[in-house]
């Protein structure tokens, strides 16, 4: 179940939100791979950004909040997915804008 029910438009909001800095546009791009720890997400963001755990952090907790990424905890580390699903919104609004893509 998702966690942030809402009207498309919302959703699409939390969307481009999520996904309008370059570190979290990395972090999607490295987990369309398959899942990561966060420990190597936040190695990700430091080579490429210069941003530190907490930044990391938080960007993890944008692309949680837009659906787009989850959080599992497995003997002790905490590993996240793409859930691509919320990206299907965003996906119809270009769709509408500028035809199939």
């Not at 990395?26 to 966060?38: H, K, M, T, Y």
């Not at 190695?43 to 907790?61: A, E, I, M, Y």
């Not at 659906?67 to 996906?91: F, I, T």
């Amino acid at each position: 179940m998702r966690r942030h029910e809402g009207t498309a438009t919302e959703t699409l909001s939390r969307v481009v939100h999520a996904i309008d800095h370059p570190a979290r546009r990395a972090i999607v791009d490295r987990l369309v791979d398959g899942e990561a720890d966060v420990a190597e997400l936040a190695d990700l963001v430091w080579d490429g950004f210069r941003l530190g755990q907490s930044s990391t952090s938080n960007h993890l907790r944008v692309l949680r909040e837009a659906d787009l990424v989850a959080v599992s905890v497995r003997y002790g580390e905490r590993y996240c997915v793409l859930c691509p699903a919320s990206l299907s919104e965003l996906m119809r609004w270009v769709s509408r804008c500028v035809g199939p893509v």
